[in-house]
Each structure stands twice: as C-alpha cells, then as structure tokens.
C-alpha cells in the first residue's frame, strides 16, 4: 500500500518547469508506467492526461518556451518528451 500511494503521488506532480534528477525521474517513471501492462499482461489502470498550463505574460511563455527546448534535448530520443504549446485565438 506505501508503494502505491507513492506512485500516486509521483503521478500527480507537475513536470512544468521542474529541474534536474526529479524531472528525469518523473519523465522516466511516466515511460515505466506506460510500458507496464505489455510487461505483465494485465491492465494496471495506468492513464496519462493532459494539462494546459496559461502563462502569465510573455516572458512567462518564454521561459516555458525555452524550458520546453531544454527537457527535449535533455531526455532524447529515447524516451522523447511529448508536449507542445497550442495558441488561443483570440
């Protein structure tokens, strides 16, 4: 049960503009996850969502722009982080 409440919670972290080693393992263990019914043969209830996320101003978009940029080039090929940034017309 300890286990499983602390994968709810990892679950439940926002990655935007998270830094460093708890990015990676939050990116990491979201792919784990993903990959966790074709390992057991079983459905785990695992499920992604998306979010939007609005920016204060400008500079707020731009430094979630470059965040972004950086986490693509961080995380690879591999296991490629999946977002993008969608405009509002106004």
Do not use: C
């Amino acid at each position: 049960m300890q286990g499983s409440n602390h994968l709810v919670f990892m679950a439940s972290l926002l990655p935007i503009k998270m830094e460093g080693q708890t990015f990676m393992l939050h990116h990491l263990g979201k792919q784990h996850w993903r990959e966790m019914n074709a390992m057991i043969g079983a459905d785990t209830s695992y499920r992604t969502q998306g979010r939007v996320e609005v920016p204060f101003d400008d500079d707020d978009l731009d430094n979630v722009t470059k965040w972004i940029t950086r986490k693509k080039e961080e995380v690879g090929g591999t296991n490629p982080l999946q977002t993008r940034i969608i405009e509002a017309m106004s």
